[in-house]
């Protein structure tokens, strides 16, 4: 499993660690799309900034996304005109044609190698029962702007119902665009450390510190650019939004290639793109099959639903890489930008991208870095990120309280009938070992992995990912390696690990 964006050599931007504590005025915990965007804002706004990140640059949601940048995000003008009125939508498309626009000027300003081009994006059906959404979408978006159009033809290798296209979005590579921007970070001389995971921040009488496994960092103020937030309260954010999966395939379909992007109206919900790889070669993006993240799921769930479309339109097709993420869902389908908590002044966010932030992310990077500048920012006011509104969204509230319910108490005591014995080579699951439930994952070798599978952040029981070997959370979206490596937020630590062969000796 690799991504096509983290294909090419990731080192050469580190700065070392200085003295302890470290002190800086604004500290950036997360080196996503994010997290670099606002610090590029701040620098180039002449502040002292410190980056930090349990990884590398653009290592996690940010190099496994498909970077489309558009302001199309599903079909969601429709439901703001609805929920918000006219103005708001026509300020929500405002605000992400903006994004557009000032990635576009960095990449331009900075040189930036990034592939950046302006592409059309076109939400299709191939269902008669869908067309109706689009014919209203495109109704819905006609009040604010003349950059769409209805479409009943398209580039794709098959016939559509209807599709609604925005004209000039764009897309690039995302990694080569965060590295162009870590550069001149490190160039105006501020800091970017890596590889060093910040566990707790504290308040203090001047600022905040922020406790790391390599030391403690004095800051003025601090932006949670980590995706998920690792601080459970104040808050609340498990209660406001839950994260969700995707699967991603990148081919050579050995044929002529389209360049526009496209993403479908109803299940599977498959997007496509094109890109070029590291040979120079233009291939083709595929992504779909999404779920909530932590669902028990399989190869045929996931990528083989994506292979199937691949062999169906391009028989000759070479698949190059394959990939998943995930991305953080709020229940009202704004993201959540701005003051953390009431509670907690100085501190400040951007999660909640719903699977759109390219665009999103760089809004929530002018924001946030406008707020801690103190300028004014007209947008501000459509995301704060402490509305508690979200939660009126009552049939997701109890869904994810069910799920917590169901994996924190009903799960965890009810006996599983899975026993080591009955997995085979390549597979995993939740086997019954001397009273106790233990995770086990059987490599292709026969090589037995056990772990607790107990979720580190809040506890829940973990189910198997037999399509990327890994064990995920229900509850909130953390992953692990089927050895117990965490992976992925809001979990910080690795799973407890089981020696099963003498347990199994004890039997
Ligand atoms: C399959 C898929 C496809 C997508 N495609 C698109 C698309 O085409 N267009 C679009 O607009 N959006 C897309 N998205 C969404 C987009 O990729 C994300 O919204 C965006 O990348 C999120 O960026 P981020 O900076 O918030 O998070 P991340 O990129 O995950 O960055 C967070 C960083 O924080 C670090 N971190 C976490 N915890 C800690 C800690 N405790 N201490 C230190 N560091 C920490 C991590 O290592 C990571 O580097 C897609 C999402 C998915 C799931």
Request: charged share 25%; net charge neutral; glycine share 8%.
């Amino acid at each position: 499993m690799k991504s096509i964006w983290l294909t090419e050599n990731q080192e050469g931007f580190q700065t070392n660690w200085m003295g302890n504590p470290m002190r800086t005025d604004i500290v950036i915990i997360g080196a996503g799309m994010f997290g670099i965007t606002t610090a590029h804002y701040l620098t180039e706004a002449g502040a002292d900034v410190l980056v930090l990140d349990k990884s590398g640059i653009g290592r996690m949601t940010t190099g496994h996304t498909t970077a489309k940048i558009t302001s199309q995000h599903g079909l969601l003008y429709q439901y703001l005109l609805e929920k918000y009125g006219v103005d708001f939508a026509k300020e929500y498309f405002e605000a992400n044609e903006e994004s557009i626009q000032e990635i576009e000027g960095i990449v331009q300003a900075y040189q930036i190698d990034c592939d950046f081009e302006r592409q059309d994006h076109t939400m299709f059906t191939k269902s008669a029962n869908e067309k109706r959404k689009i014919v209203e979408e495109v109704r819905a978006m006609k009040q604010f702007t003349s950059q769409v159009e209805k479409v009943t033809k398209t580039e794709l290798p098959f016939e559509i119902e209807l599709g609604i296209t925005v004209k000039d979005q764009a897309q690039f590579h995302p990694i080569r665009y965060l590295r162009g921007l870590a550069k001149n970070i490190l160039e105006k001389g501020n800091k970017i450390i890596l590889d060093t995971t910040c566990y707790d921040l504290k308040k203090e009488k001047d600022g905040y510190r922020i406790q790391t496994q390599k030391g403690e960092v004095l800051a003025k103020k601090v932006v949670l650019a980590s995706h998920y937030p690792f601080i459970k309260y104040p808050g609340l954010y498990f209660f406001k939004m839950y994260q969700s999966s995707s699967y991603v395939i990148a081919f050579d379909p050995k044929k002529d290639i389209f360049s526009g992007m496209y993403l479908q109206v109803e299940e599977p919900k498959f997007s496509f793109r094109s890109a070029i790889d590291s040979d120079g070669k233009r291939i083709l993006i595929l992504g779909g099959a999404g779920h909530k993240t932590g669902k028990s799921v399989t190869d045929q769930m996931t990528y083989e639903q994506l292979k199937q479309e691949v062999q169906q339109e391009f028989p000759e097709a070479e698949i190059r890489y394959w990939w998943s993420t995930r991305d953080c869902i709020t229940l009202d389908k704004l993201p959540y930008i701005g003051q953390f908590s009431n509670l907690l002044p100085n501190v400040y966010i951007g999660t909640g991208f719903n699977k759109w932030g390219m665009t999103t992310s760089n809004l929530a990077a002018r924001i946030v870095s406008d707020e801690i500048l103190e300028k004014k920012n007209r947008h501000q006011h459509l995301f704060l990120a402490t509305r508690m509104q979200p939660i009126e969204n009552r049939e997701e509230v109890k869904n994810i309280l069910a799920q917590s319910v169901k994996s924190l108490v009903v799960q965890r005591v009810k006996p599983s009938q899975l026993r080591v014995e009955d997995l085979a080579n390549g597979e995993g699951g939740i086997v019954q070992l001397q009273g106790k439930k233990v995770g086990v994952y059987r490599d292709e070798n026969g090589k037995i992995y056990a772990v607790k599978p107990v979720c580190t952040h809040l506890g829940c029981l973990l189910n198997w990912n037999g399509a990327d070997k890994t064990w995920d959370c229900p509850c909130h979206g953390s992953r692990y390696r089927f050895d117990g490596k965490n992976l992925y937020d809001p979990a910080m630590k690795d799973l407890e690990t089981i020696s099963v062969k003498e347990e199994k000796e004890q039997e």
